[in-house]
């Protein structure tokens, strides 16, 4: 016999229907709600005195309880004010012995009392890190992470929240500096480095923590620290990039038009399409916004020299250091100073002796020490300090005896090592290095030629005179190199095409100051009406008008004054010789002429490089640019490229466009292993396996570094076919014409065969149609 059950005990037993309710009508239904937060607190005190002989009927009851409060706690804030507290304390005391499904919907009741606005994001972070950082159950560590990184994310989803973002920051910083040797850190550097991928912080303060976390006295936070300097902004980078793409390919307006006009219309259905456009839109307005500075940790430093300093002490120069890292650990650590040395043009002198031990063919891993020898280098080291590393290198990786790959590794190190301090290498090394650019082996080859190169640009007098070329000969016999190779040399900046406009004025015979004054013409013209948009003012003087011109006697002056030193520049381009102690014509004879003639010809490059110095100078330091002279650049500038780009000019262009970026390669660029052992590539023979493989268009083997699809020897349409079906896509028209059956297309072509001179007319009429109006199916 069925027995009738009460009101109440449907109520019970239905919890989600009240929920549904008081959400619709609170006012009606707070009667109700009264009676089960009532009971709520009863059960809760029983678990208090007991929480580990609860019953599972108890605990089942309190978590279906705590998971209908906290969803309806909004509605009677007042009733359920103290309801938060009450899952804290239970947290905080007993999270080691409560029930796993019982603590994991506490968790995730006060995250949804968070988002309901019950308690605030300070509340709910000083309750779940301290348990983050405490326990021992690795499902707990794994929720509760999850929770404060987005609770972080979504309080700096609007508008960055700085208050909740410095205290979290320096929670995470006196975690670490309280306790270095404890493995608690890590936690904090997880953090940091996820909130610092997803842009979240972005601050020097979060700099800091993992500056703390590379210097402590734990190896896997000091790996952790040191990891996120060398990838964290290249992580960064990625993530950005991933998301701006799942974003452009959530949407497609124009298919959700084309199922709109087809399916039928339901209100669901207008409700998504809104929804599309609104998004549209929105990653549009992204897109049209200024991007954010970005600014790389390894530039928010407060003091790289001192940080460099305290990591090459603490982990690397003691023989017994406080923190056990292995070989793979000490390499980033060393990596990470070598980038700091290298960015920042630090002094590190004992950095250098430190190399000398490890360069090594024999030294695991030898090239990233090559690698970071290089990054470390730059042209404020002193060269008798790289000096040795070079012979070191030269005499251990490259020699007859030396096998290819090392050699090619040894010459590519040496390379990177000048490149940014050219002076490290003596005359004598330098013309045995090159030697090996006659090697039979590939790679070395190309190794001792890009050394070559480099000093064909950098340190050409060095070179044995047939080694130099016909471009570095000239600059040499010019003496254009000599200031580049001083100790300290800095390039000096300019203005791009000065020397055009130079030109162009002499040829057009505008030197003087009515020219420059005739540049200013029509200026007014040109800019705005409005006084406000930075144009000239004509302000009237009160008094006299004031003449602030130079007289005429002044001006010839100045011009005789001109004319002096440029005599005086050329006399002494020319030789003191050439010039007669008395300014008058001495009598020569035809012999001592033409020798006179000779030494002039010959000094001529010398004395048009000066003049052309002093040119440019002249003219960047000595008048100001003019509306009509800053077009005439720009149209020069122009002219300059367009005749650049003509194949008799391009090919030297690019040559020359390579070997500046090889040469100035950006000071963020890392140089890594792979660098260096690029050209030793070269020198590897494929085995049997290899071949085989890359015919059938595998790539290498498991554990090769090279990219498998490098020797993908497949035609271009193999490729392309791979591809569409790998998109979903279908094949063209004439692929599907082209693998039809032939017996399938004998008929066809039967026919084709016997039309008449009207039909096939007919025919190609209609084909012409068929293609104004987009095929078959008219796709326009």
């Given amino acids: 016999m069925k027995r009738k059950v009460g009101a109440l005990e449907k109520v019970d037993a239905d919890l989600p229907n009240l929920q549904h ?65 009450d899952l804290i304390k239970l947290l905080q005391l007993h999270h080691a012995t409560l029930d796993p499904e019982l603590r994991d919907k506490i968790v995730g009741s006060l995250v949804l009392l968070r988002k309901k606005d019950m308690i605030d994001s300070n509340t709910l972070l000083n309750t779940l890190w301290p348990l983050l950082v405490s326990t021992p159950s690795k499902s707990l560590r794994a929720l509760l992470y999850q929770k404060i990184v987005s609770d972080l994310r979504n309080s700096n989803s609007k508008t960055t929240n700085h208050k909740l973002n410095r205290s979290m920051q320096t929670t995470c910083y006196n975690l670490i500096a309280s306790d270095p040797a404890s493995p608690k850190g890590i936690w ?78 339901t209100a669901k259905r207008d409700n998504d399409l809104r929804a599309a456009a609104k998004k549209v839109k ?39 250091p406080k923190v056990r890292l292995n070989l793979e650990q000490k390499l980033f650590v060393l990596q990470l100073v070598s980038r700091l040395v290298g960015l920042h043009k630090l002094t590190l002198i004992p950095l250098y002796s430190y190399f000398l031990k490890f360069l090594t063919p024999r030294q695991p891993s030898v090239t990233s020490f090559l690698a970071s020898l290089a990054q470390a280098t730059h042209n404020l080291v002193p060269p008798d300090v790289l000096e040795p590393l070079v012979q070191k290198i030269a005499n251990e990786f490259v020699s007859e005896a030396a096998a290819a790959q090392v050699a090619s590794a040894g010459l590519n190190g040496i390379r990177e090592v000048c490149v940014r301090q050219p002076l490290a290498m003596n005359e004598t090394l330098l013309q045995d290095l090159v030697q090996y650019r006659k090697s039979k082996d590939k790679g070395v080859q190309m190794a001792a030629r890009g050394l070559l190169s480099l000093y064909r640009e950098v340190g050409a007098e060095m070179l044995r005179k047939r080694d130099r070329g016909r471009d570095a000969a000239m600059k040499v016999r010019s003496g254009e190199m000599d200031g580049a190779r001083r100790f300290g040399h800095v390039e000096e900046g300019g203005i791009e095409g000065l020397e055009l406009l130079e030109k162009w004025k002499e040829e057009q015979g505008q030197e003087g100051s009515e020219d420059e004054a005739a540049g200013w013409d029509n200026w007014d013209a040109r800019s705005d009406s409005s006084e406000s948009s930075g144009g000239w003012v004509n302000v009237e003087s009160e008094g006299e008008e004031i003449d602030i011109s130079d007289s005429e006697d002044e001006r ?72 009509a002279d800053l077009a005439k650049l ?20 690019l040559q020359q ?74 094949t063209t028209n004439r692929e599907k014409a082209r693998k039809k ?26 084909h012409v149609e068929r293609g104004k109006r987009g095929g078959r199916r008219g796709n326009k």
């Fill in 21 to 85: 309710k008081i959400k619709v009508d609170p006012i009606s239904y707070q009667e109700d709600f009264v009676n089960q937060y009532g009971l709520y607190t009863s059960i809760h005190e029983l678990f208090l005195t007991s929480p580990t002989t609860t019953d599972d009927t108890g605990l089942v009851r309190l978590r279906d309880l705590i998971d209908f409060i906290s969803h309806t706690a909004d509605c009677y804030p007042k009733i359920a004010g103290s309801f938060p507290n």
């Fill in 188 to 265: 904090a550097v997880k953090l940091t480095r996820e909130l610092w991928k997803r842009q979240v912080w972005s601050d020097a303060k979060a700099v800091s923590i993992m500056e703390i976390a590379a210097l402590s006295q734990e190896a896997k936070v000091v790996t952790g620290g040191v990891r996120f300097f060398l990838g964290g902004d290249q992580e960064r980078e990625e993530a950005a990039d991933e998301e701006s793409d799942q974003e452009e390919k959530n949407i497609s307006m124009g298919k959700l038009r084309h199922q709109a006009g087809i399916n039928k219309k």
């Fill in 282 to 320: 929105r990653n549009e307005k992204k897109k049209g916004a200024p991007h954010p500075l970005n600014f790389s940790a390894l530039h928010l430093l407060h003091d790289p020299q001192g940080f460099a300093e305290k990591l090459f002490q603490q982990h690397l120069q003691p023989s017994q």
């Fill in 556 to 627: 010839e002056k100045g011009a005789e004054k001109k004319r002096k030193m440029e005599n005086a520049r050329v006399k002494k381009a020319v030789g003191k010789e050439n010039v007669d102690e008395d300014d008058k014509p001495a009598e020569k004879t035809p012999a001592k002429l033409e020798a006179s003639q000779r030494a002039t010809a010959s000094l001529e490059p010398a004395a048009a490089l000066k003049r052309e110095e002093a040119r440019v100078s002249t003219l960047a330091t000595t008048r100001i640019l003019t509306p």
């Fill in 634 to 653: 720009q149209e020069l500038r122009q002219s300059a490229a367009v005749t650049a780009s003509l194949p008799s000019a391009k090919r030297r262009k």
């Fill in 657 to 730: 466009d390579a070997a500046a970026k090889t040469a100035a390669r950006h000071a963020d660029d890392a140089v890594t292993a792979v660098d260096i052992e690029g050209l030793a590539k070269l020198s590897h023979k494929a085995t049997k396996e290899e071949k085989v493989r890359m015919a059938k268009g595998l790539g290498l083997p498991n554990g090769a570094t090279e990219d498998a699809g490098a020797n993908d020897h497949r035609s271009t349409t193999a490729r392309r076919k791979e591809k569409k079906a790998a998109e979903g896509k279908s």
């Fill in 741 to 766: 059956n032939f017996l399938m297309t004998l008929g066809k072509a039967k026919r084709k065969g016997k039309r008449s001179l009207g039909e096939t007319a007919k025919v190609l009429k209609a």
